[in-house]
C-alpha cells in the first residue's frame, strides 16, 4: 500500500513552459484534492475532486487545470508556468469525512 | 470569510513538559478543526480532530481542546518527545464533503532534550 504517490519530487521549469504534476492513490478514496505551500505560509487549496469526472475550484486556481479520469488519479496541469507558481505542491486523498491523507510534495521552481 | 490564525510562528520546549500550541478561528461554518504535523520534506500527516459535538478530544499524548465562545483551539502534547519537532498546521474544513481544508500558517515547535 503506497498510499499517496506524487511525481516528480523536484522540477524546474522555465517561465511560459507547460508540464503536469502526477498524483495517484492506491486506497480507492473517492476525494482528491492539490494545495500549495509557500515558504510562511499554510497549505492553499487549488482544486479538488469528489470523484472520477467531478472537480471543483479551491481557494487559488488560476493557472492550474485539473482533470479526473480515474479514482486513482488526479493529475494538476499548468499550462503557462510563471515565477509566482514556484512552490511545493501536495496532493491528498480522503474518504468522504476522512481525514486527508497527503503525498510528498513536489518542489517547483519556475524561472 | 473564513480564517484560521496561529498567531505564535514557533514554540520551544523541554523534553517532558507540555506544549501548548494555538490556533483561532473566524466564522466557521462547519466547526470542525484537525491538526496536522509535517516534518521536513514529507507531506502532513494527521494527528487529531475535534468538531462542535465535543470541547476535548483526547489521543495518547495528544489533546485537542475547542473553546467555540472564544473561536480558539489549543493542542496539548503531554509529554514533549524530541520526536514532536515538527511543524503543526491547524486546519478547518470549510465544505460539507469534506474535501477542503483551510490551514493556518503553522507553528514550529522544537522539543529539546
Known amino acids: 500500500n503506497a498510499g499517496v504517490t506524487q511525481t516528480p519530487k523536484f522540477q524546474v521549469l522555465k517561465t511560459g513552459q507547460s508540464m503536469t504534476l502526477q498524483c495517484a492513490q492506491d486506497?480507492?478514496?473517492?476525494?482528491m484534492s492539490w494545495y500549495r505551500q509557500d515558504p510562511g505560509m499554510g497549505l492553499r487549496l487549488i482544486h479538488y475532486?469528489?470523484?472520477?469526472?467531478?472537480?471543483d475550484q479551491g481557494e487559488v486556481p488560476n493557472g492550474y487545470n485539473v482533470s479526473r479520469s480515474t479514482t486513482e488519479d488526479f493529475p494538476l496541469r499548468l499550462l503557462l508556468a510563471a515565477p509566482s507558481q514556484t512552490s511545493v505542491y501536495f496532493c491528498?486523498?480522503?474518504?468522504?469525512?476522512?481525514?486527508?491523507?497527503f503525498g510528498p510534495g513536489t518542489r517547483l521552481t519556475v524561472l | 470569510d473564513q480564517q484560521v490564525k496561529q498567531n505564535s510562528p514557533s514554540l520551544s520546549v523541554q523534553e517532558g513538559r507540555i506544549s501548548i500550541l494555538n490556533c483561532d478561528y473566524t466564522?466557521?461554518?462547519?466547526?470542525?478543526f484537525l491538526w496536522y504535523k509535517k516534518y521536513p520534506a514529507e507531506g502532513p500527516t494527521f494527528l487529531i480532530s475535534?468538531?462542535?459535538?465535543?470541547d476535548k478530544n483526547e489521543d495518547g499524548r495528544f489533546t485537542v481542546f475547542l473553546n467555540k465562545s472564544a473561536k480558539h483551539l489549543s493542542l496539548h502534547i503531554v509529554p514533549s518527545q524530541p520526536g514532536d519537532s515538527a511543524v503543526y498546521f491547524c486546519?478547518?474544513?470549510?465544505?460539507?464533503?469534506?474535501?477542503?481544508?483551510?490551514f493556518g500558517k503553522g507553528t514550529t515547535l522544537s522539543v529539546s532534550s
Open positions: 491528498a486523498s480522503s474518504y468522504p469525512g476522512g481525514e486527508q491523507f
Open positions: 486506497m480507492n478514496h473517492e476525494y
Open positions: 475532486s469528489v470523484g472520477a469526472g467531478i472537480t
Open positions: 466564522n466557521s461554518m462547519f466547526d470542525y
Open positions: 475535534i468538531s462542535s459535538i465535543k
Open positions: 486546519a478547518e474544513l470549510i465544505n460539507q464533503a469534506g474535501t477542503a481544508l483551510i
